[in-house]
C-alpha cells in the first residue's frame, strides 16, 4: 500500500511541476549543492527517497537529530539494504522500547524489496556529510564520556567495524565515522539492553548485541566519544 | 475641574490647528479611537520601483498572509508547499481527503455532506485574534458562531462519580457553591484583612452568597444553576443532591478544565468559518495561489550577501532553484535542520531549540446526532482519559448527521500514547473512551479518521514546545533574520497552535524587511 501511495504521489506530482515550472536563475558561484540535473526514470532512488524519506532524513541522508534520524549518507549499500528488508520484514523496530524503530517499520513495511536497495544502493554513493558548523545539534557534543579510555575500548569494535570506523561490509559491520555521536549511543545502549538485536532472524544483530554484552554505560559513553574524534575520510 | 483641559476641549484646539487629520491621530493617541480603522491590518509600504522577489517557504497561514501583503505592495512571491495541498496545518478533511501520515496513509470516508468535515489543525476562532478575522473580512469567508465552552456537556473522571458522566453546570455550581459557602463562614473581623472594614465584610458576604448561590444562612445547599433534578416547567423544580465536595476534588477537572473558558483565548462566543477552517486558505489561495508551487520540497538553503537561494525537489526528485531578495521561511523549525544550508551556527542551535507537539485529533461520522437527545448543542465534553475532549458541532443542528470529535488530545503524555498507535488501535481506544460518557456511542459512531500531528509529513509536529529556558535562550534569535532569511509561522510567537500567531509573525518579518527597503530606498 505504502508503495503505491508514494508511487500515486510521485505520478500525481508530475502534471503540477510541469505547469509551475519556477525558472531558476542562479548567481554564479552560489549554486546550491543539491541543484543538480533531473535523473533519469520516473521512479529513481532520489526520488523515493524525497517522497517517503527526507522528511525525517533530511536532505540526501544527512540526518536530523531533532526527528531522531541518523546519517545515512555515505553508509554500505548492503548494510543499508540490510537494515531497510530488516525493517521491512519486522525484525527491526518491534521490540516495544524500541520507539525511534517503530516509528520507522511502517515506512518501508509497503516497498518492493527492489526499490529499496535502489534508495540503499543511492544512499551509499553520497558523501559522508562532514560535522558541520552545526556540531552543538547534531548531538557530537553532550555526551560526556572518555575519548581516551574510549580509545582503549574501541580496539575490540575495530575487529569488525575498521580502526577508522570505516566498516566491513564482509562482517557485515557498518561505518561508524560521521555518524551523529547521539545515534551511535543510542544504538549501542539499545544493544546492550536487547532492545534491538534480540530478534531470531536478525543475524547481524545478534553478533553485535553478543559482543556488547560485557559492556557498562559508562563503557558505551567512552566508546562514542572516541568514535565522535574518528575523521570522516 | 478648574485649571484643567478637557478633552473635548483639548480635540477642538488640536483641530483648528492641524485639520481633521490631527484632530484624528490625537484622538487615536488618547485612546479614543482604535489605533487602525480596522483592527489588525498590516499597511506595508507600497513597493514603487522598487518592487523585491520573496520566496516564501510553506503555504500555510503565515506564508499565505505574507505572500498576500507582499503581493498587495507590489512585491514578487514564489510560495513553496512541500505537501500536495495548501493549508499546513489549517487542514480540513472531508470525503476522499488523504492523511498524510508517514508509514500511515487514511483516506477520509465521511458522507459527502457541506456538514460533514473535521476540522483536523485550527477549529476555532477568538474574537481577539484581529488579524485572521481581518482576512476573513477580505476574503469573503463566512463565518458563524462556535460554541466552546458549554455548560450541558459532560465532565467524566474515572476517578470520580463511580466513573459516571455528570453535567459541566452540576460541577462547576457545586465546586462554586461550597467554595462561597466556605470563604462566607469565614468572614469575620479577625479572620480576614485588617482592610476590610465591617461594610466590606457585609458586601463580601453578598458576594459570596451571589457567587455561590447560598442561602440566607450562608449555607449551600444545591442550586437551580446545576439543572433540576426535575420539574421546573409545570410542577416546581427540584434541586439536584449537592456532591460533596472531596469527590469533586476526586476528579482532575478542577486542576485546569474548569476553568477553560475563563482563557483569553477560549471563552465565548468564539468563531468559525461556515464549512470548515480551509475557507480561509481557500480565500488565499483564490488570491495568491497561482504563486504556490506544491510538492515543492525544499532541501537547501543558501544565505548570501544579496538574497537568499533556495533549492527544493519537485515530485520526480529533480531539483530546481529560485534565488530571492528575500526568505520567509514557515518550515518547522525541527525540519529546517535536517537541510542543506549554510545557517549560522547561532541560529541553528536556536531552531534546534523548541519540542515538538505530539497533539492528536480524531473524529468519528455519526449517523444520529446523539448529543442532541442528551441536550448537548455544540461544546466539549472532558474527560482524563487519553482522548481528553469530545466536541459536537454547533453547525448543522437537527440535521441528522454531524461530524463529532472524539480525540483532542493536546498535553504531550496522552498525545504520545495516541500518536503510537495504528489508525485502528486510535480509533477502537477512542471508542472505548468516549463510551464511558455516551453508553451508545458505539452504536452511533463510526468512519474514523485521526491526525497524530507528530507523524504528519512535512510537519512532524504540533504545537511547538518552547521551554522557559528554550524561549528565554533562543526565541529573540529566531525571531531576528538571519541575513535576509526569516523563520515565520506560529512557531515563532508566543501563540503557537494558533493561526494569529501565524499572522502576526508574518507581519513582525514584513515590518522588517519593510524598514530594510526604506532605509535602503533612502540610501540608494
Excluded at chain 2, 480540513?92 to 460533514?116: I, K, M, N, S
Aim: with cysteine.
Amino acid at each position: 500500500m505504502q508503495r503505491s501511495f508514494y508511487r500515486v504521489l510521485l505520478t500525481s506530482g508530475l502534471t503540477v511541476v510541469a505547469a509551475l515550472a519556477v525558472v531558476a536563475v542562479l548567481g554564479a558561484g552560489t549554486r546550491p549543492a543539491a541543484a543538480q540535473a533531473p535523473e533519469a526514470g520516473p521512479f529513481a532512488p532520489r526520488a523515493l527517497y524525497g517522497a517517503a524519506c527526507a522528511s525525517c532524513h533530511g536532505t540526501d541522508g544527512r540526518g536530523n537529530p531533532r526527528i531522531d534520524t541518523p546519517v545515512l549518507a555515505g553508509l554500505s549499500a548492503a548494510y543499508l539494504e540490510r537494515q531497510l528488508d530488516s525493517f521491512r520484514r519486522g525484525y527491526r523496530g518491534r521490540h516495544p522500547e524500541d520507539l525511534e524503530g517503530l516509528e520507522m517499520r511502517p515506512m518501508v513495511e509497503g516497498f518492493a524489496a527492489a526499490d529499496l536497495a535502489a534508495v540503499g544502493a543511492w544512499l551509499a554513493s553520497l558523501p559522508v556529510p562532514q560535522p558541520a558548523g552545526d556540531a552543538a545539534t547534531t548531538g557530537a557534543e553532550g555526551q560526556g564520556g572518555d575519548p581516551a579510555r574510549g580509545r582503549t575500548l574501541y580496539a575490540a569494535c575495530a575487529v569488525c567495524h575498521g580502526r577508522s570506523g570505516e566498516g566491513n561490509d564482509a562482517l557485515g559491520a557498518p561505518r561508524l565515522a560521521g555518524q551523529a555521536s547521539w545515534y551511535t549511543l543510542r544504538q549501542l545502549r539499545k544493544f546492550m539492553d536487547g532492545i534491538r538485536g534480540s530478534h531470531p532472524d536478525d543475524t547481524s544483530g545478534a553478533s553485535m548485541r553478543a559482543s556488547v554484552a560485557g559492556l557498562a554505560p559508562r563503557d558505551a559513553a567512552d566508546i562514542v566519544a572516541w568514535i565522535e574524534m574518528l575523521p570522516v575520510n | 475641574m478648574e485649571g484643567r483641559i478637557s478633552r473635548r476641549q483639548l480635540l477642538n484646539a488640536v483641530g483648528a490647528a492641524g485639520g481633521s487629520a490631527a484632530v484624528h491621530a490625537a484622538a487615536t493617541a488618547l485612546g479614543l479611537l482604535p489605533a487602525a480603522a480596522r483592527a489588525g491590518q498590516l499597511d506595508l509600504r507600497p513597493a514603487g520601483g522598487r518592487a523585491r522577489h520573496v520566496v516564501v517557504i510553506g503555504a500555510g497561514i503565515a506564508g499565505l498572509a505574507a505572500a498576500y501583503e507582499l503581493r498587495r505592495a507590489g512585491h514578487r512571491c514564489t510560495i513553496l508547499e512541500a505537501s500536495h495541498r495548501p493549508g499546513g496545518r489549517s487542514l480540513t478533511l472531508r470525503r476522499g481527503d488523504v492523511v498524510d501520515e508517514l508509514g500511515a496513509r487514511q483516506v477520509c470516508d465521511f458522507d459527502d455532506q457541506p456538514h460533514l468535515y473535521f476540522n483536523a489543525g485550527p477549529a476555532r476562532i477568538p474574537g481577539s485574534h484581529a488579524s485572521l478575522l481581518h482576512y476573513c473580512r477580505e476574503l469573503d469567508v463566512p463565518l458563524e458562531v462556535f460554541v466552546n465552552d458549554n455548560r450541558n456537556a459532560w465532565v467524566h473522571d474515572d476517578a470520580a462519580f463511580g466513573g459516571r458522566p455528570i453535567r459541566n453546570r452540576e460541577y462547576m455550581t457545586d465546586a462554586r457553591g461550597f467554595l462561597a459557602e466556605l470563604l462566607a463562614k469565614s468572614v469575620a473581623p479577625d479572620a480576614l484583612d485588617a482592610r476590610l472594614d465591617a461594610d466590606d465584610r457585609e458586601r463580601l458576604r453578598e458576594f459570596l452568597r451571589a457567587y455561590g448561590d447560598l442561602d440566607a444562612s450562608l449555607a449551600y445547599s444545591g442550586s437551580e444553576r446545576a439543572g433540576y433534578a426535575s420539574g421546573g416547567m409545570t410542577s416546581p423544580g427540584v434541586k439536584k443532591p449537592v456532591r460533596d465536595f472531596s469527590e469533586l476534588l476526586d476528579a482532575n477537572f478542577w486542576r485546569e478544565y474548569m476553568h477553560w473558558g475563563e482563557l483569553a483565548d477560549q471563552a465565548a462566543p468564539m468563531l468559525q468559518p461556515v464549512g470548515g477552517m480551509d475557507r480561509i486558505v481557500d480565500g488565499f489561495m483564490r488570491r495568491v495561489g497561482d504563486a504556490v508551487e506544491l510538492r515543492a520540497a525544499v532541501r537547501e538553503i543558501r544565505l548570501g550577501e544579496t538574497g537568499v537561494e533556495v533549492a527544493y525537489a519537485g515530485a520526480r526528485g529533480e531539483v530546481r532553484a529560485v534565488r530571492a531578495d528575500y526568505c520567509l521561511n514557515s518550515m518547522p523549525a525541527h525540519l529546517v535542520v535536517g537541510l542543506r544550508h549554510n545557517l549560522p551556527p547561532r541560529y541553528v542551535r536556536a531552531l534546534s531549540a523548541p519540542g515538538r507537539g505530539s497533539l492528536v485529533k480524531l473524529a468519528f461520522q455519526a449517523q444520529r446526532r446523539f448529543w442532541e437527545d442528551e441536550q448537548i448543542y455544540g461544546g466539549i465534553s472532558w474527560t482524563n482519559q487519553d482522548i481528553t475532549q469530545i466536541w459536537y458541532p454547533p453547525h448543522g443542528i437537527h440535521s441528522g448527521t454531524g461530524v463529532v470529535l472524539g480525540a483532542y488530545a493536546f498535553d504531550d503524555e496522552p498525545g504520545t500514547r495516541l500518536t503510537r498507535m495504528s489508525p485502528a488501535e486510535r480509533i477502537e481506544a477512542a471508542l472505548a473512551q468516549g463510551e464511558k460518557i455516551h453508553p451508545d456511542y458505539r452504536r452511533h459512531v463510526g468512519r474514523g479518521v485521526s491526525v497524530a500531528w507528530y507523524r504528519m509529513n512535512h510537519v512532524l509536529g504540533c504545537s511547538t514546545r518552547w521551554s522557559d529556558e528554550a524561549m528565554r535562550d533562543h526565541f529573540a534569535t529566531l525571531q531576528s533574520p538571519t541575513g535576509r532569511h526569516y523563520m515565520v509561522g506560529d512557531q515563532i510567537s508566543h501563540h503557537p497552535g494558533w493561526q494569529e500567531g501565524a499572522i502576526q509573525s508574518a507581519y513582525h518579518a514584513l515590518r522588517d524587511i519593510d524598514r530594510r527597503e526604506r532605509e535602503a530606498g533612502v540610501a540608494g
